[in-house]
C-alpha cells in the first residue's frame, strides 16, 4: 500500500521566520511528487518534482526531493500571514493497467504564522 | 476561464437518502477525479477516469458510484448515504500523467 507521511502536521511561527516541511514516501512506481497548498477551499498547486537534487523555486518557497531517501522538503523563507494554510504533498504513481497517475496524499501540515 | 465546478457547495442528507455531486471542467482534461477530505487523513481518492467513458476505483470506492459519458462532466453518486460520508468532497482534473491537477472549490457534506 502506498504512503505518504507529513511531519510536523501542526506548527505555529512568526512572521519572518523560515519553516521547513517535511514529507516521507513509501510507493511502488513513483512518478513525482506535488505540493499544494490549502486555504479555505481547493489546494492549490505549489511544485512538481521528478528528479532528485533539483530545487525548484518560487518566490519565497522552494522544494527539493531526494529520490533515493525517498522524501521531499518544503521551505518558506521570510514567512508571511498569508502563508497560514495547510501544506498538503502528495506522491503521483502508475495505477496498473492504464496510464492514469495516480496520486496518494500525506495527512498535509497546518501552518500558522503569527504577526 | 471556470475551470473545475463543483455543485452544491453545502448539502446536508438523512441517512439513507441518495444524491449526487456534480463537477465540471471546461478545460478539455483527460483525468478527472474525486477525492474526500476528513481531519487528519489528507484528501482519499474515491474514483477517477481516464477518459469518457473509463472509470476505476481509488482508495475508498464503497458506497460511491461514477460515470463518465463526457470528457466535461464526471457525477459523483452516494447511492445510500451514511454518517461515515459526511466529509468534504473534491473534484479534480488534469491533462494527463505528470501534470498539476486542477481542484474545485469542494462540497461539505453532512449526513444526519
Known amino acids: 500500500e502506498d504512503k505518504v507521511v507529513q511531519s510536523p502536521l501542526s506548527l505555529v511561527v512568526h512572521e519572518g521566520d523560515t519553516v521547513t516541511l517535511n514529507c516521507s514516501y513509501e510507493v511502488t512506481n513513483f512518478r513525482s511528487l506535488l505540493w499544494y497548498k490549502q486555504e479555505k477551499k481547493a489546494p492549490t498547486f505549489l511544485f512538481m518534482l521528478t528528479s532528485s537534487g533539483i530545487e525548484k523555486k518560487s518566490g519565497r518557497l522552494s522544494s527539493i526531493l531526494d529520490k533515493k531517501e525517498l522524501f521531499s522538503i518544503l521551505n518558506i523563507t521570510a514567512t508571511q500571514t498569508g502563508d497560514s494554510a495547510i501544506y498538503l504533498c502528495?506522491?503521483?504513481?502508475?495505477?496498473?493497467?492504464?496510464?492514469?497517475?495516480?496520486?496518494?496524499f500525506g495527512q498535509g501540515t497546518i501552518l500558522t504564522v503569527h504577526p | 476561464n471556470a475551470g473545475v465546478t463543483q455543485t452544491p457547495k453545502f448539502q446536508v442528507l438523512k441517512t439513507g437518502q441518495s444524491m449526487t455531486l456534480q463537477c465540471a471542467q471546461d478545460m478539455n482534461h483527460e483525468y478527472m477525479s474525486w477525492y474526500r477530505q476528513d481531519p487528519g487523513m489528507g484528501l482519499r481518492l474515491i474514483h477517477y477516469s481516464v477518459g469518457a467513458g473509463i472509470t476505476d476505483q481509488g482508495e475508498v470506492p464503497n458506497g460511491y458510484n461514477v460515470s463518465r459519458s463526457t470528457t466535461e462532466d464526471f457525477p459523483l453518486r452516494l447511492l445510500s448515504a451514511a454518517p461515515s460520508q459526511t466529509s468534504v468532497y473534491f473534484c479534480a482534473s488534469s491533462y494527463g500523467d505528470s501534470t498539476e491537477a486542477f481542484f474545485g472549490q469542494g462540497t461539505r457534506l453532512t449526513v444526519v
Open positions: 502528495a506522491v503521483e504513481t502508475n495505477a496498473g493497467g492504464t496510464s492514469y497517475g495516480k496520486l496518494t
